[in-house]
């Protein structure tokens, strides 16, 4: 139904009477489930007893709080993992800010 409402509303026929009814009701819904999830993100803070980061740098400073690896190792995993497979390519001599504007050589 979500996918309809916005094929509906993407395509300007949420004001046909087959649509009117139930595409208003059933966007709102969504936001409020996605309302929802996110605010459940936030304030999710620990699971199990071990605290999770929000940020790689949280991550960094949690493990040098608690004097492990844990997070540095699970990053340097996740990370060899998606260069692996070519999910990005290695630009030399070229700052973020530049590659973001796509002033790529």
Request: hydrophobic share 35%; aromatic share 10%; charged share 35%.
């Amino acid at each position: 139904p979500i996918q309809v409402a916005e094929y509906a509303v993407a395509n300007q026929i949420e004001e046909e009477p087959a649509f009117r009814w139930w595409v208003p009701f059933t966007l709102k819904k969504r936001n409020r489930i996605v309302s929802k999830v996110k605010a459940k993100y936030w304030k999710t803070d620990s699971k199990f007893g071990i605290r999770l980061p929000k940020t790689v740098e949280e991550a960094y400073r949690i493990d040098k709080e608690t004097g492990t690896l844990h997070w540095t190792r699970a990053i340097e995993k996740e990370m060899k993992k998606i260069l692996s497979m070519g999910s990005f390519e290695v630009v030399e001599g070229m700052t973020p800010e530049e590659l973001r504007k796509n002033a790529t050589k």
